[in-house]
């Protein structure tokens, strides 16, 4: 299948290789040379403008930061929605406002075109494992349609709703993993205040009514566990900048539906001060940070 990928970052550049790894034929489009170079190594074509990536392809890929980018992306008299072809599916996997899904969704619907939003779950070791999940908004028809393509980049999809359900799920979700992660960060650190082992506290935790994701798969005190950011630096991985850019979004979603979300504005509170201290490049689990003088 041809497809077109554009945004090749932690997350973009390993889902691409995993579709030109299954046999696909991209062409990949970057603002990054480095990004794309990897793609090339791997048997992408590189082209070099994003309307490029979108002729004459069947499938149509962005992984972008966020809405201002999608939206500049699609929309306006240089989007590529004028340059489209109506045969091609539109698969959105950035993490958005879900608003900003349904206004490129639907304006590429007027113009004849099938786009989903599909943002994923599984950070960059899922992307690179091709073990992500995808929630998906939009219709049946058209999840159908991207199924055999998200297949090779995810183990799991899900069918959140109508066009932008994909969005307030994805952002619902990053919402609770900011609160658990500054939370067992929080619990790590009072334990090791009080003269217990992390290493320890973090087993019985795991193994005891406070088990949680950033526990049993992240966690966030260094050395710990191996093969995760806090035991490199807090190097890689999902940054503290997305997450509270996502904390962000949440936080809209809440005003515009009047919705009391206490712990998620605490939760983007504290990773906005943690950013503010010069930490925003750092993987999320750094909030450990703020409650550890590491």
Not at 35 to 61: F, K, M, N, Y
Request: net charge negative; with cysteine; proline share 4%.
């Amino acid at each position: 299948m041809k497809i077109g990928f554009i945004g090749l970052g932690h997350m973009g550049g390993p889902m691409a290789k995993n579709l030109v790894a299954a046999g696909h034929e991209l062409k990949v489009f970057d603002l990054v040379p480095a990004a794309v170079q990897s793609l090339v190594d791997a048997g992408a074509t590189a082209v070099v403008t994003a309307a490029e990536a979108a002729s004459e392809v069947e499938v149509l890929i962005s992984m972008l930061p966020a809405s201002q980018h999608v939206e500049g992306l699609y929309l306006g008299d240089t989007g590529l929605l004028g340059a489209i072809d109506a045969s091609t599916l539109v698969i959105d996997s950035s993490t958005i406002a879900p608003e900003s899904a349904r206004k490129v969704a639907a304006a590429a619907a007027e113009r004849g075109i099938t786009m989903i939003d599909a943002p994923v779950s599984g950070g960059t070791a899922g992307a690179a494992a091709g073990t992500l999940t995808f929630i998906v908004g939009g219709s049946s028809e058209a999840l159908e349609r991207a199924r055999p393509v998200l297949e090779k980049m995810g183990k799991n999809i899900f069918h959140a709703g109508d066009s932008g359900a994909g969005q307030v799920a994805k952002i619902c979700n990053n919402m609770l993993l900011a609160v658990l992660m500054a939370g067992s960060a929080e619990a790590i650190q009072l334990g090791v205040a009080n003269g217990l082992d992390p290493k320890v506290l973090s087993d019985i935790m795991q193994k005891s009514s406070g088990r949680n994701w950033a526990l049993e798969l992240y966690n966030p005190y260094p050395g710990v566990m191996e093969s995760v950011p806090s035991s490199n630096g807090y190097q890689g991985g999902f940054g503290v900048d997305l997450m509270a850019k996502d904390l962000g979004l949440a936080m809209e979603a809440a005003l515009q539906t009047r919705s009391s979300t206490p712990m998620g504005a605490l939760a983007r509170s504290l990773y906005a001060l943690h950013s503010g201290q010069g930490k925003g490049a750092l993987d999320f689990s750094s909030i450990q940070q703020l409650f550890s003088d590491l």
